[in-house]
């Protein structure tokens, strides 16, 4: 008999809606509802049948459908054009962006509580001016997350052997545990800092605990009570056209 893989992903379509079933090695069932689309996914038991999964689902259909509608009422960011006086995010707040064409090093600069200032050279194009704000959103994060690791690592008596910044599509961090390796995705860094302290802090409990576990939801409610406030700020704010998940 073929050896059961570790984790196994297929879909379902449950009342229309088409549901995503992960099967892995957990002892119960966890159903989640995701934005910016309302994507279902749904974590189970490596044992668990498709007819029991699909029961599971029609009993949490009214929730799954409040879920989807309350996420197809929030705003949504417009295609990026990089051009004078579109709006940009930086730590949760609202900035307009002014270009300036100039023969120089490109960079970004803040001007006051309201502008954003990236200067590029003549005729640079949507995707390079992109680009350039794309590197300097990576480096205030990668300046704001040390003093973070530094603060919480002692606290839970955990160490990070290495953590990075990069795009992720589907979540806004991971944690390798065995590796002891974090990754923090880059969209962070347009969120308010709080939800960057509550994205690190869930992936070092992961060096503590492995799983979304009864266990994993205690420590956090030990060392940071407020997470879930920070969560809901965090997929409840303007939203891209990525799927982000948490």
Known sequence: MAAVKATETSHLLVGGIKVEVVRKDIKNL???VYPPMGRVRVAVPLVI????VRLAVIDKLGWIKRQRAKFAEQPRQSQREMVNGESHYFLGKRYRLRMHAVDAPPRVVVRGITSLDLYVRPGATVEQRELVLLAWYRDQLKALI????DEWQPIL????????????KTKWGSCNTAA???WLNLELAKKP???LEYIVVHELVHLLERKHSERFTALMDSYLPNWRVCRETLNGGMLGHEVWTY
Do not use: F, N, T, Y
């Not at 049948?49 to 029991?52: F, I, R, V």
């Not at 040390?146 to 690791?149: E, K």
């Open 30 to 32: 966890h159903l989640g």
């Open 49 to 52: 049948s498709d007819e029991a």
């Open 146 to 149: 040390p003093p973070l690791l």
């Open 157 to 168: 008596g955990v160490q990070a052997s290495q953590w990075g910044v990069k795009k992720m």
């Open 180 to 182: 002891k390796r974090i």
């Open 193 to 195: 800092e709080m939800c």
